[in-house]
């Protein structure tokens, strides 16, 4: 049998900025789909490394007033380092400047030249050294006076004239789109691939790839005077790293399965790429993925504004690496752009680790610790019953599911689902009622199996979220009795006989203690520089209705207000504004309530919160769905938040 090979890159960062968001996005994204498929046992291969070449770099450098190649190693630590805190796991490191680099690209010109595609000419045209890329005139905006700038940085650019050889890309056109019509997974998202098309119908031009203005880079072989283009430089690290053609590695894993990249640099790689490989006779990549870019709270990420430049170690540091992976991965689909706000990160933290899955594991191991002596219960036979099929099939529907949404390049959609167990986790706690179970002497290999189920539950969302939170899921599954194994995905047939009988659960250590009004207060103090305000945030104040007419407080006490914590929420069928929520208000039942919040709120982050419930309004049914009360929310048509607790009050307490 031979195993499957997965070789995945990220692009090769500049090494003129330290890592921002922007850069350990990508990363993180690829190291969870790399930990995805080396958790099947596919032959994974995972590189990243820094871009140290070209005048980008060398400039950087002069102002700095230290060499290029000095300024590249400091920086490059930068990035090491960060990668190690993020609990990146990449297999190589490739540096431009690295010798075994600088070998492959040679080789690579000789090939393409040996094909005949290389030619001498001279370049002349508006030049942009932050993009290094020359752009046409009706590309450029009015700066200043008579300047020219460039249309993606505002900065001047600047009209350079020099000899130049040049690569005659526009041979391999019609190969190339042949090629993408062909081969549907070669450039994803579609909508990139739609993009792509467009452009090299419109005509490909040969391309200028090398230099004489400057010196820091790699020489053309035989013409020492030109350097190589940073392009051609740079895109080859993605063969470098492995070894020229016939050496193990390169045949072990080219050509590359995924190359994931920002949609800023979609062009060089589903164009100038392919076309050089053609040239040089080698095999083109399965796919280019394009994600898209993250704004920081409304504006793109830049030098000049403090505000954008998110450090992802201080995030690290402040909510564990695992939840800002977390966060990035679950927050938007891969393919799409994204606004990071430090406010959205702490919602999510609160509502889907802390509350969702943090609650639900700390009931578990409780309930264990109390009702089976702290381990995991024997596999029983399912009981009758409703509730137990219906947890039993999620996790089967769920397995399934979130494979399927890694594979495919989705790991927020994997995400997605994968919460729906641990709600449907959190829901069969709350029907089956193990504490009632355990005063019951007929009911002891049904509270074994509700034990059991629940537990394993919670093993099989730990080993499908690994890939994404590798140093939690490690922990949970300890935490569970399933041992320090490296974790394997579930399979649908073993559900409720995977944990070792026997096995000792921990007791309860809260793996994403809940960050409360005033932690996040400080965070965020913390996070967002004094001077930060954005455009974004100038929202206009939400203005305070006249009051109405005053009631009496013999009024008022007509009131019932109680504490209500949401069990679960889903939206009720053909409706936008409304869900359907299960509270617990301290009675034998939950209540059913509707509230028009959808919009507002997505179900799961509901979920564990506790909000304050009109418990004695008279029970209506809306939308054919009947509701027993009403929740209290700030705002009028749009609404802007839910009434709570700033304590942990139990449910059912009065509120006056
Ligand atoms: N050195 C080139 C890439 C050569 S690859 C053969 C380069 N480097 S870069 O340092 O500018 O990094 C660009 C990459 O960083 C993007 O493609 C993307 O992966 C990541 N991002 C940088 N800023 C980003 C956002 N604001 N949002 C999302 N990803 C971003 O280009």
Same mark, same amino acid.
């Given at each position: 049998?031979?195993?499957?090979?997965?070789?995945?890159?990220?692009?090769?960062?500049?090494?003129?900025?330290?890592?921002?968001?922007?850069?350990?996005?990508?990363?993180?994204?690829?190291?969870?789909?790399?930990?995805?498929?080396?958790?099947?046992?596919? $032959?994974?291969? #995972?590189?990243?490394?820094?871009?140290?070449?070209?005048?980008?770099?060398?400039?950087?450098?002069?102002?700095?007033?230290?060499?290029?190649?000095?300024?590249?190693?400091?920086?490059?630590?930068?990035? +090491?380092?960060?990668?190690?805190?993020?609990?990146?796991?990449? /297999?190589?490191?490739?540096?431009?400047?690295?010798?075994?680099?600088?070998?492959?690209?040679?080789?690579?010109?000789?090939? !393409?030249?040996?094909?005949?595609?290389?030619?001498? @000419?001279?370049?002349?045209?508006?030049?942009? !050294?932050?993009?290094?890329?020359?752009?046409?005139?009706?590309?450029?905006?009015?700066?200043?006076?008579?300047?020219?700038?460039?249309?993606?940085?505002?900065?001047?650019?600047?009209?350079?004239?020099?000899?130049?050889?040049?690569?005659?890309?526009?041979?391999?056109?019609?190969?190339?789109?042949?090629?993408?019509?062909?081969?549907?997974?070669?450039?994803?998202?579609?909508?990139?691939?739609?993009?792509?098309?467009?452009?090299?119908?419109?005509?490909?031009?040969?391309?200028?790839?090398?230099?004489?203005?400057?010196?820091?880079?790699?020489?053309?072989? @035989?013409?020492?005077?030109?350097?190589?283009?940073?392009?051609?430089?740079?895109?080859?690290?993605?063969?470098?790293?492995?070894?020229?053609?016939? =050496?193990?590695?390169?045949?072990? #894993?080219?050509?590359?399965?995924?190359?994931?990249?920002?949609? /800023?640099?979609?062009?060089?790689?589903?164009?100038?790429?392919?076309?050089?490989?053609?040239?040089?006779?080698?095999?083109?990549?399965?796919? !280019?993925?394009?994600?898209?870019? *993250?704004?920081?709270?409304?504006?793109?990420? =830049?030098?000049?504004?403090?505000?954008?430049?998110?450090?992802?170690?201080?995030?690290?540091? $402040?909510?564990?690496?695992?939840?800002? %992976?977390?966060?990035?991965?679950?927050?938007?689909?891969?393919?799409?752009?994204?606004?990071?706000?430090?406010?959205?990160?702490?919602? %999510?933290?609160?509502?889907?680790?802390?509350?969702?899955?943090?609650?639900?594991?700390?009931?578990?191991?409780?309930?264990?610790?109390?009702?089976?002596?702290?381990?995991?219960?024997?596999?029983?036979?399912?009981?009758?019953?409703?509730?137990?099929?219906?947890?039993?099939?999620?996790?089967?529907?769920?397995?399934? &599911?979130?494979?399927?949404?890694?594979?495919?390049?989705?790991?927020?959609?994997?995400?997605?689902?994968?919460?729906?167990?641990?709600?449907?986790?959190?829901?069969?706690?709350?029907?089956?009622?193990?504490?009632?179970?355990?005063?019951?002497?007929?009911?002891?290999?049904?509270?074994?199996?509700?034990?059991?189920?629940?537990?394993?539950?919670?093993? *099989?969302?730990?080993?499908?979220?690994?890939?994404?939170?590798?140093?939690?899921?490690?922990?949970?599954?300890? +935490?569970?009795?399933?041992?320090?194994?490296?974790?394997?995905?579930?399979?649908? /047939?073993?559900?409720?006989?995977?944990?070792?009988?026997?096995?000792?659960?921990?007791?309860?250590?809260?793996?994403?203690?809940?960050?409360?009004?005033?932690?996040?207060?400080?965070?965020?103090?913390? *996070?967002?520089?004094?001077?930060?305000?954005?455009?974004?945030?100038?929202?206009? +104040?939400?203005?305070?209705?006249?009051?109405?007419?005053?009631?009496?407080?013999?009024?008022?006490?007509?009131?019932?207000?109680?504490?209500?914590?949401?069990?679960?929420?889903?939206?009720?069928?053909?409706?936008?504004?409304?869900?359907?929520?299960?509270?617990?208000?301290? &009675?034998?039942?939950?209540?059913?309530?509707?509230?028009?919040?959808?919009?507002?709120?997505?179900?799961?982050?509901?979920?564990?919160?506790?909000?304050?419930?009109?418990?004695?309004?008279?029970?209506?049914?809306?939308?054919?769905?009947?509701?027993?009360?009403? !929740?209290?929310?700030?705002?009028?048509?749009?609404?802007?938040?839910?009434?709570?607790?700033?304590?942990?009050?139990?449910?059912?307490?009065?509120?006056?």
């Amino acid at each position: 049998m031979t195993i499957p090979p997965f070789y995945i890159t990220t692009p090769i960062y500049y090494v003129n900025d330290v890592p921002h968001l922007g850069h350990a996005y990508t990363t993180i994204a690829a190291d969870a789909l790399a930990r995805f498929h080396r958790m099947h046992g596919d $032959d994974t291969w #995972f590189l990243t490394g820094t871009d140290e070449h070209g005048q980008k770099i060398d400039q950087a450098a002069a102002k700095r007033g230290v060499s290029p190649k000095q300024l590249a190693d400091e920086v490059v630590v930068r990035f +090491q380092e960060t990668w190690k805190r993020l609990d990146v796991a990449n /297999d190589d490191f490739i540096r431009t400047t690295d010798q075994r680099h600088k070998d492959v690209v040679t080789e690579m010109w000789k090939r !393409i030249e040996g094909a005949g595609d290389i030619y001498e @000419g001279s370049y002349a045209g508006w030049y942009c !050294i932050p993009c290094e890329v020359f752009y046409p005139e009706t590309q450029l905006e009015d700066g200043k006076g008579d300047e020219k700038c460039c249309p993606i940085h505002k900065s001047p650019v600047t009209w350079v004239e020099e000899p130049s050889y040049f690569f005659a890309m526009s041979k391999y056109q019609e190969r190339l789109l042949q090629h993408i019509a062909d081969h549907p997974d070669f450039i994803q998202p579609e909508n990139y691939r739609n993009e792509v098309v467009a452009f090299v119908k419109s005509g490909l031009r040969d391309l200028s790839v090398s230099r004489t203005t400057f010196k820091w880079g790699i020489p053309v072989p @035989g013409h020492p005077e030109h350097v190589i283009y940073v392009w051609i430089d740079a895109l080859t690290n993605y063969i470098s790293a492995l070894g020229l053609p016939g =050496s193990e590695r390169y045949e072990r #894993f080219w050509p590359a399965t995924c190359h994931l990249i920002g949609k /800023d640099i979609l062009r060089f790689h589903a164009v100038y790429w392919p076309c050089m490989l053609m040239s040089a006779g080698l095999p083109l990549p399965k796919t !280019i993925f394009a994600h898209g870019w *993250w704004t920081v709270r409304g504006e793109k990420i =830049s030098k000049s504004l403090p505000a954008t430049r998110v450090d992802p170690v201080q995030l690290a540091d $402040d909510v564990g690496a695992d939840a800002l %992976r977390y966060f990035l991965l679950r927050e938007v689909p891969l393919g799409n752009d994204g606004d990071f706000s430090y406010e959205a990160l702490l919602g %999510r933290f609160n509502a889907e680790l802390a509350n969702d899955l943090g609650n639900l594991i700390n009931r578990c191991l409780t309930l264990t610790g109390k009702s089976a002596d702290g381990k995991v219960p024997e596999p029983q036979a399912q009981p009758a019953g409703d509730a137990h099929e219906q947890l039993a099939a999620c996790a089967r529907k769920v397995a399934v &599911e979130a494979r399927a949404a890694y594979e495919s390049y989705a790991p927020s959609r994997a995400l997605e689902s994968i919460w729906a167990l641990v709600r449907e986790a959190n829901t069969y706690v709350n029907t089956t009622q193990p504490w009632k179970l355990a005063k019951q002497p007929d009911a002891a290999a049904e509270l074994a199996y509700v034990l059991r189920a629940a537990l394993e539950a919670i093993a *099989w969302v730990a080993r499908m979220v690994w890939p994404v939170m590798p140093e939690k899921a490690t922990a949970i599954l300890a +935490q569970v009795g399933a041992g320090d194994a490296a974790p394997t995905w579930p399979e649908p /047939d073993s559900w409720s006989r995977d944990l070792p009988a026997g096995a000792a659960v921990a007791r309860p250590d809260p793996l994403f203690p809940r960050i409360d009004a005033d932690g996040a207060k400080t965070l965020l103090a913390k *996070w967002i520089p004094a001077d930060a305000t954005t455009d974004a945030e100038a929202k206009p +104040q939400a203005e305070a209705k006249p009051a109405g007419p005053t009631i009496t407080f013999d009024e008022f006490k007509k009131l019932e207000l109680r504490v209500a914590q949401v069990l679960s929420a889903e939206p009720v069928p053909k409706t936008k504004k409304l869900l359907r929520l299960q509270v617990d208000v301290g &009675e034998e039942q939950p209540r059913q309530v509707v509230a028009g919040i959808a919009e507002a709120y997505e179900p799961a982050a509901l979920v564990g919160k506790k909000v304050i419930l009109v418990a004695n309004l008279a029970p209506a049914t809306i939308r054919g769905v009947e509701s027993r009360g009403m !929740i209290l929310a700030a705002g009028d048509k749009q609404i802007l938040g839910l009434s709570g607790l700033d304590n942990d009050v139990p449910a059912g307490t009065i509120v006056r």
